[in-house]
């Protein structure tokens, strides 16, 4: 599975966020039922993480998570904008890095990855959404949980799933689906900060 996931080209991403607000063509309400976590739970680790380090999807995240950024990603080169990665975190993990400059334990990372359109309008090259295709979960595990997990590694656990079965896990494995896409960001704890300045306590006090 090659999947890019933050590393692709982006174009202008701040400039497409106004065409966000209510674009999903697919809701996300309409993918799932009601919200329920991944019992059993591990030590109270995580309501997305079952016992063996199953990670699942949170149903809910629009309603109860907080925008983190957004890119516009060129998947060919030359050419306009083709998806939109809207990326989405607890408002405490968001509380928690300002304060301490890294994510806490248990924190959750959603990127939902759509398609996208593109047309020259009256304010300027545009893209905007047009249906969720997949969805990315990051889950910090600073105690390392799950040494025999192969979608755990790096300090966090690793998921994707697809818009025809958001109960899936599709991942095989840190390095098979993850670790390449993510290699520019580990300096950050393989995350790319650049895109969040939410994070940056100076510019919210």
Request: hydrophobic residues 40%; positive net charge.
């Amino acid at each position: 599975m090659k999947i890019n996931l933050f590393g692709r080209q982006t174009i202008g991403a701040w400039a497409v966020a106004a065409f966000l607000a209510g674009t999903t063509a697919i809701g996300v309400s309409n993918l799932f039922p009601a919200d329920e976590p991944a019992a059993p739970k591990s030590d109270d680790f995580s309501p997305y993480v079952d016992k063996d380090g199953g990670i699942s999807l949170p149903a809910d995240y629009r309603n109860k998570f907080e925008h983190l950024g957004t890119w516009a990603v060129a998947t060919k080169p030359d050419k306009p904008a083709d998806e939109l990665h809207v990326v989405y975190t607890r408002p405490e993990d968001i509380r928690a890095y300002r304060r301490d400059g890294k994510f806490p334990d248990g924190a959750v990372l959603v990127k939902e990855v759509t398609k996208a359109s593109s047309d020259k309008l009256t304010t300027g090259q545009a893209s905007w959404d047009t249906g969720i295709k997949i969805w990315f979960v990051m889950i910090k595990d600073s105690k390392e949980r799950f040494p025999k997990n192969p979608l755990y590694a790096k300090g966090w656990g690793w998921a994707l799933f697809e818009a025809k079965d958001p109960k899936k896990n599709v991942a095989t494995s840190f390095d098979a689906s993850c670790k390449a896409c993510h290699i520019p960001a580990q300096q950050d704890d393989w995350v790319y900060i650049r895109g969040y300045p939410i994070l940056n306590p100076a510019l919210h006090k």
